[in-house]
């Protein structure tokens, strides 16, 4: 289910009818392939976990 529309202008909601922020995501995300990657400039939160199956990251301040 996508979703944008009058009553969430500038907004797009993934499997929810209402986004929260630019866009909001109700359920799991996944990147593959070569070169598979999300990207972020601000801040990343998660109330469930992350987890990174290939190269280097950090969580809370720690390597991972």
């Known amino acids: 289910l996508l979703f944008t529309d009058a009553s969430t ?3 797009v909601g993934i499997g929810t009818k209402s ?3 630019k866009l909001t995501v109700n359920g799991n995300i ?3 392939q070569s070169g598979g990657h999300i990207t972020a400039s601000g801040n990343i939160s998660s109330s469930g976990t992350i987890t990174a199956t290939d190269g280097f990251g ?3 301040g720690g390597l991972f």
Request: glycine share 8%; hydrophobic share 25%.
């Open 58 to 60: 950090t969580i809370n």
């Open 30 to 32: 996944h990147a593959s």
């Open 19 to 21: 986004p929260l922020s």
């Open 9 to 11: 202008p500038g907004r």
